[in-house]
């Protein structure tokens, strides 16, 4: 298997614009989850869905900030309008099940940058 | 409010000596906790973990403790090599019944540097 596929590994964009970033999970894994990591918060979780449902939305940011998963195996995170504040690498994870015991494979991260 | 606490940004340690990275909580609820490995321009991958039942677990050259009175928790890697230097991640799991939903939180990550 690839592991978690992630679209695009940079993004420069400036403030106002909308972004969209790509997540294609591990095939059969039945969990995904959105990171997002910055210097000051570390790993935060945003959302994750269960079978492309989304299941705790409470670490998105704000209205700005949405994500879906149309199917098992994509998932976007969008943001609109984007902000300087937004600039971070997102992770995109996925599991088999859900506990402490369930490893989270995670992809290599957009890094998104807002000017 | 961090729930998982990393207070050591940073950590050096000469080739062939021990690593300890140290990790403290304050969730008591947290049932499972693990340590994620990062490399620059890659993904956390997970390196080991512990059940809240047990208070050590190993595995080769790394092993965790858990003390959870303190609610405290270190990874040791013996002996430490320069292939370790990466961005070490401490992260909690709990899954909370009532709200129906699942909690891993992670702490901000130490950067460990093995000096050959």
């Known amino acids: 298997d690839a592991g978690v596929i992630q679209s695009p590994r940079h993004e420069v964009t400036e403030m106002g614009q909308e972004v969209t970033l790509r997540c294609k999970p591990i095939?059969?894994?039945?969990?995904l989850f959105w990171y997002r990591q910055t210097m000051m918060r570390g790993l935060e979780l945003l959302i994750y869905?269960?079978?492309?449902?989304?299941?705790?939305d409470s670490g998105m940011p704000e209205d700005r900030f949405s994500a879906k998963m149309p199917n098992a195996s994509f998932s976007t995170l969008k943001i609109q309008p984007s902000e300087p504040r937004d600039s971070a690498v997102y992770f995109c994870?996925?599991?088999?099940?859900?506990?402490?015991?369930?490893?989270?494979?995670f992809g290599a991260g957009s890094r998104l940058t807002v000017l | 409010d961090q729930q998982v606490k990393q207070n050591s940004p940073s950590l050096s340690v000469q080739e062939g000596r021990i690593s300890i990275l140290n990790c403290d909580y304050t969730?008591?609820?947290?049932?499972?906790f693990l340590w994620y490995k990062k490399y620059p321009a890659e993904g956390p991958t997970f390196l080991i973990s512990?059940?809240?039942?047990?208070d050590k677990n190993e595995d080769g050259r790394f092993t965790v403790f858990l003390n959870k009175s303190a609610k405290h928790l270190s990874l040791h890697i013996v002996p430490s090599q320069p292939g370790d230097s990466a961005v070490y991640f401490c992260?909690?799991?709990?899954?909370?019944?009532?709200?129906?939903?699942?909690?891993?939180?992670f702490g901000k990550g130490t950067k460990l540097s093995v000096i050959p």
């Open positions: 994870a996925s599991s088999l099940g859900i506990s402490g015991a369930n490893v989270l494979t």
């Open positions: 095939s059969g894994h039945d969990y």
């Open positions: 869905f269960n079978n492309n449902v989304p299941i705790d």
């Open positions: 969730n008591s609820m947290f049932d499972y």
């Open positions: 512990i059940s809240s039942i047990k």
């Open positions: 992260a909690a799991s709990a899954y909370l019944t009532g709200a129906g939903s699942y909690q891993l939180t």
